[in-house]
């Protein structure tokens, strides 16, 4: 897994590719990438936190999240190198895939 800062410009082609696979939500919001993710109810939103939490600690890579209720808002950095890494679209990408299933 790579740990190096991501280059602008490989930020975006990673962004685009990121959105092209999902639904076009993701952004980079205060240098980190960035979606609120919104279920039916809070149930839903914890279980999708569940297993977010569960793959992060697997990791070691944790996401920046608030939730409210039904919101659950996600701000992905990699401390280690002071910007995004590959592990922030790594587990964006894993983000994703538990979303669908809750
Ligand atoms: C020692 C431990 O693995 C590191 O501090 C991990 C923990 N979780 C982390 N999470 C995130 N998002 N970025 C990091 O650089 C990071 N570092």
Redesign the pocket.
């Known amino acids: 897994m790579t740990h190096r800062k991501l280059e602008q410009h490989e930020i975006e082609k990673a962004l685009n590719q990121l959105n092209t696979e999902t639904s076009q939500d993701w952004t980079i919001e205060d240098e980190k990438l960035s979606k609120s993710f919104k279920f039916k109810n809070f149930q839903h939103a914890f279980g999708f936190m569940t297993m977010c939490a569960i793959y ?1 600690e697997k990791q ?5 999240w608030f939730n409210v209720y039904s919101t659950v808002k996600i701000q ?6 002071s910007g995004i890494s590959h ?2 679209f790594d587990l964006a990408k894993q983000m994703e895939t538990f979303a669908s299933c809750v």
Request: glycine share 8%.
């Open positions: 992060a070691g890579h944790h996401p920046e992905l950095t990699t401390h280690d190198v592990k922030d």
